[in-house]
């Protein structure tokens, strides 16, 4: 684990995610701070509420149907109509979220009416599968390669006989996988404290309200989903004796890794999608905590869902450890994964 801190590798990949993420949330501050012009639909008895509003485009409807229409259409961001049971005597129209910046240009906030409602902004909710995937991405793969090449590495020199006859193999395999957990988990907490300093200073307070308790859960999900893929990469680095042969072992591990990267991307906002996720091991670090975040997920979901992780990794684990004290010791051509299980 020394090595690993003090490899140019290692502090060129963790500076380029930690530049990454701090300019990931400087820019969600700065995209939320900018001034742009919004198009609203106004009714004639609501001119007076929008006069003198800078950097609006405003468009004239005859009744609050026709204000609707536009709203759904997408012609306008939103509407302001008179409603006379508002406090303020008029009503904003919106389709799934009400623009923050519009309502803060209003001295009183005005009575917001949502016709197709949406828990998430989805410019926030694209953010954060951005976020979470590539962290998952990168941190797992990182981690899991450098244990692969460890293990290849050891082989060729033969230095993990030496390792062998001073302690157990099983006990060799839990070092590796635990000093790698600890440097995966410290990476994950820098990268949250970062979200939480950069949410914080950019004024993103609410944002931070909404994503802290995800963000808990992530932490805690990608602890039980990369001890189980770390094991398994150590298994299948064993099965070979070269480091030229190590990736068409860990290929299917590098998919396993890839594919909720792309899922959580493409459908961040398919509940379907996202709930099948959610319960699949592999892909469960990314899906939950997208759904807690969108509010999708009852409460007993996410402590089902690591029940589930948490008994495929011990699963992954047992698997794992068999395969890597069936196939430390054998050099030369690649061992087959039925010869690896039988021993």
Same mark, same amino acid.
């Given at each position: 684990?020394?090595?690993?801190?003090?490899?140019?590798?290692?502090?060129?990949?963790?500076?380029?995610?930690?530049?990454?993420? $701090?300019?990931?949330?400087?820019?969600?501050?700065?995209?939320?701070?900018?001034?742009?012009?919004?198009?609203?639909?106004?009714?004639?008895?609501?001119?007076?509420?929008?006069?003198?509003?800078?950097?609006?485009?405003?468009?004239?409807?005859?009744?609050?149907? !026709?204000?609707? !229409?536009?709203?759904?259409?997408?012609? @306008?961001?939103?509407?302001?109509?008179?409603?006379?049971?508002?406090?303020?005597?008029?009503?904003?129209?919106?389709?799934?979220?009400?623009?923050?910046? *519009?309502?803060?240009?209003?001295?009183?906030? /005005?009575?917001?009416?949502?016709?197709? /409602?949406?828990?998430?902004?989805?410019?926030?909710?694209?953010? @954060? !599968?951005?976020?979470?995937?590539?962290?998952?991405? *990168?941190?797992?793969?990182?981690?899991?390669?450098?244990?692969?090449?460890?293990?290849?590495?050891?082989?060729?020199?033969?230095?993990?006989?030496?390792?062998?006859?001073?302690?157990?193999?099983?006990?060799?395999?839990?070092?590796?996988?635990?000093?790698?957990?600890?440097?995966?988990?410290?990476?994950?907490?820098?990268?949250?404290?970062?979200?939480?300093?950069?949410?914080?200073?950019?004024?993103?307070?609410?944002?931070?309200? @909404?994503?802290?308790?995800?963000?808990?859960?992530?932490?805690?999900?990608? $602890? $039980?989903?990369?001890?189980?893929?770390?094991?398994?990469?150590? !298994?299948?680095?064993?099965?070979?004796?070269?480091?030229?042969?190590?990736?068409?072992?860990?290929?299917? *591990?590098?998919?396993?890794?890839?594919?909720?990267?792309?899922?959580?991307?493409?459908?961040?906002?398919? /509940?379907?999608?996202?709930?099948?996720?959610?319960?699949?091991?592999?892909?469960?670090?990314?899906?939950? /905590?997208?759904? $807690?975040?969108?509010?999708?997920?009852?409460?007993?979901?996410?402590?089902?869902?690591?029940?589930?992780?948490?008994?495929?990794?011990?699963?992954?684990?047992?698997?794992?450890?068999?395969?890597?004290?069936?196939?430390?010791?054998?050099?030369?051509?690649?061992?087959?994964?039925?010869?690896? *299980?039988?021993?």
């Amino acid at each position: 684990m020394a090595s690993k801190l003090r490899s140019k590798a290692f502090i060129i990949s963790f500076a380029i995610l930690f530049i990454g993420a $701090l300019a990931l949330v400087v820019w969600a501050g700065f995209q939320a701070k900018t001034v742009s012009t919004t198009s609203v639909a106004v009714t004639a008895d609501a001119q007076q509420y929008v006069s003198g509003i800078p950097n609006l485009e405003v468009t004239d409807v005859a009744d609050r149907a !026709a204000a609707d !229409a536009l709203v759904e259409s997408g012609d @306008v961001t939103a509407a302001i109509v008179a409603d006379s049971a508002s406090p303020t005597g008029f009503a904003l129209i919106a389709d799934d979220s009400a623009p923050t910046s *519009l309502l803060m240009t209003f001295a009183h906030v /005005p009575t917001v009416e949502l016709l197709n /409602p949406s828990t998430t902004d989805p410019g926030l909710r694209y953010i @954060v !599968a951005i976020g979470l995937g590539i962290v998952f991405l *990168l941190s797992a793969q990182l981690f899991g390669s450098t244990i692969a090449q460890s293990v290849v590495e050891e082989k060729q020199t033969r230095v993990v006989e030496l390792l062998i006859s001073a302690i157990p193999v099983r006990a060799l395999l839990a070092g590796k996988v635990l000093g790698n957990t600890i440097l995966a988990m410290g990476q994950i907490l820098v990268l949250a404290a970062i979200a939480v300093v950069g949410l914080t200073v950019t004024g993103q307070s609410e944002v931070l309200q @909404v994503i802290g308790a995800p963000l808990a859960w992530f932490a805690v999900f990608f $602890l $039980l989903g990369f001890i189980l893929l770390a094991a398994l990469f150590a !298994a299948a680095a064993a099965m070979v004796s070269r480091m030229e042969d190590v990736g068409s072992t860990t290929a299917p *591990l590098i998919y396993l890794i890839m594919i909720p990267y792309f899922l959580v991307i493409f459908f961040n906002d398919n /509940p379907l999608v996202l709930g099948i996720m959610s319960y699949v091991p592999f892909s469960a670090p990314v899906g939950m /905590p997208m759904r $807690l975040f969108t509010g999708e997920a009852q409460w007993w979901e996410p402590l089902l869902s690591l029940g589930i992780l948490a008994a495929t990794c011990v699963g992954a684990i047992w698997v794992g450890a068999k395969i890597y004290e069936n196939s430390l010791l054998r050099m030369g051509a690649r061992v087959k994964l039925t010869e690896a *299980l039988r021993g």
